[in-house]
Nanobody, 115 residues
């Protein structure tokens, strides 16, 4: 099974930007739809963005216009560019297939938006 390692999180001020990376241990070419999820304290994990091999994208309303998902199938990496960050974007961010089924999760990367 492909292992996923997220990175790129950190502490950023409101209005700032971060770029998250998700490196897969194997090929993601067989995974049609890859996504970024997030889980804030006390809340359920939610899908915030996804991208298919063909380029179809989905964004949650809360991030539309601010986040951009991309994937590099040759390098087996999925990215999430996050701009105009808000305090409500604070969460642990994970990548995984959509739907994730029985796939395991990585450790995630913490994003904290605070002044």
């Amino acid at each position: 099974q492909v292992q996923l390692v997220e990175s790129g999180g950190g502490l950023v001020q409101p209005g700032g930007s971060l770029r998250l990376s998700c490196a897969a241990s194997g090929s993601i070419r067989s995974i049609n739809r890859m996504g970024w999820y997030r889980q804030a304290p006390g809340k359920q994990r939610e899908l915030v963005a996804s991208r298919t091999i063909g380029g179809s994208v989905y964004y949650a309303d809360s991030v539309k216009g601010r986040f951009t998902i991309s994937r590099d199938n040759a390098k087996n990496v999925v990215y999430l560019q996050m701009n105009s960050l808000k305090s409500e974007d604070t969460a642990v961010y994970y990548c995984n297939a959509v739907p994730f089924g029985t796939r395991s999760w990585g450790q995630g990367t913490q994003v904290t938006v605070s002044s």
